[in-house]
């Protein structure tokens, strides 16, 4: 902010004169389609959180690592989400409007994996799958959120589509905690477990979706 102050110029231009005939403002709104991706990402945020919440209390409870490795364990689900988001381009053009199923599926395996707790190397495994289906997953939503939205209301249905991720990481815990009580295990566990089965369920109803209907792909000039 200082240096912005000091650095940047306070030059204003001189008001124009105003035009008798103003254009009309275009009011934004949103579809079906935009509200869709919208609950979808909320959805998605639900059950990944999981893995960046529960993640230390797993190891700690099951007695297989401490949270300074789940800390390590995580950095490394960081860098492999990095380096997968850098390859997204070249893996859309190979599956292009059936990207989702594959990132949720790899999602799901991945937390299932963590939720075995059969060992470090396992948990480890499963997190970087998981990182690995979320960096194929997330860009393609913020793509096809920009092709769904109406004409002129690109930034309102990208605002919606934050809104409700933002939503959907401030109720994961309550949420997935409400839905682990169910699986009889304990809450880390059982948290790893909700998510599995969550994202298993996004896969089939995507799935369905892109098997019935073709989908409006995004432009390559958009990808990159």
Not at 116 to 138: D, K, P, Q, R, Y
């Amino acid at each position: 902010m200082i240096l912005f102050g000091l650095v940047m110029p306070n030059d204003q231009p001189a008001p124009a004169a105003k035009d008798t005939a103003q254009t009309p403002k275009t009011k934004q709104h949103i579809n079906a389609a935009v509200i869709l991706i919208s609950l979808l990402t909320f959805f998605i945020y639900v059950f990944f959180m999981v893995v960046t919440i529960k993640l230390a209390g797993l190891l700690t409870a099951n007695h297989l690592g401490t949270a300074s490795q789940a800390s390590a364990i995580l950095g490394g689900f960081t860098l492999v989400t990095m380096l997968m988001g850098l390859l997204f381009g070249r893996i859309y053009k190979l599956l292009q409007n059936k990207i989702l199923p594959p990132g949720f599926i790899l999602m799901a395996v991945g937390f299932y994996l963590v939720s075995t707790v059969s060992s470090l190397a396992i948990v480890a495994v499963g997190t970087v799958i998981i990182g690995i289906g979320f960096a194929v997953s997330i860009p393609y939503i913020y793509t096809i959120i920009n092709v769904a939205a109406p004409a002129n209301s690109k930034n309102l249905a990208s605002s919606v589509m934050l809104i409700m991720t933002n939503v959907g990481v401030f109720l994961s815990p309550t949420i997935v905690n409400a839905l682990a009580s169910l699986t009889g295990k304990d809450e880390a566990a059982g948290s790893m477990v909700v998510a599995s089965i969550g994202f298993l369920i996004l896969a089939v109803i995507v799935a369905a979706v892109v098997i019935s209907q073709k989908r409006t792909k995004p432009t390559a000039q958009e990808i990159n």
